[in-house]
């Protein structure tokens, strides 16, 4: 019903700022929630933030005041400005999308890593 291809992921040194995009194709005007996941190595995933269709956000304490999402509705599409990059920032980053009566979408995932 609904596909997601993220894009943006690369090297950045610490201190540098990345933007990942997420594409929403098929049935978007079905999604809730969008969202953006993480995992290293080693960890379980977790969120780093997500917004409603109606604008609201939740961050993870960890990148509050450096991470930002942001959605356009209309298009499926979801974005995280990342700013002040940390070393322990690096990580495979997930975008995920909730949909009425269907349940969760997942993106394939792409690679951030950061240098110090």
């Known amino acids: 019903q609904v596909q997601l291809v993220e894009s943006g992921g690369g090297l950045v040194q610490a201190g540098g700022s990345l933007r990942l995009s997420c594409a929403a194709s098929?049935?978007?005007?079905?999604?809730?929630?969008m969202g953006w996941y993480r995992q290293a190595p080693g960890k379980p995933r977790e969120l780093v933030a997500d917004?409603?269709?109606?604008?609201?956000?939740n961050y993870a304490d960890s990148v509050k005041g450096r991470f930002t999402i942001s959605r356009d509705n209309a298009k499926g599409t979801v974005f995280l400005q990342m700013n002040r990059l940390k070393p322990e920032d690096t990580a495979d980053y997930y975008c995920?999308?909730?949909?009425?009566?269907?349940?969760?979408?997942w993106g394939k995932g792409t690679l951030v890593t950061v240098s110090s």
């Open positions: 917004i409603t269709s109606g604008g609201r956000t």
């Open positions: 995920k999308a909730q949909i009425a009566l269907f349940g969760d979408a």
């Open positions: 098929g049935n978007i005007f079905s999604i809730n929630i």
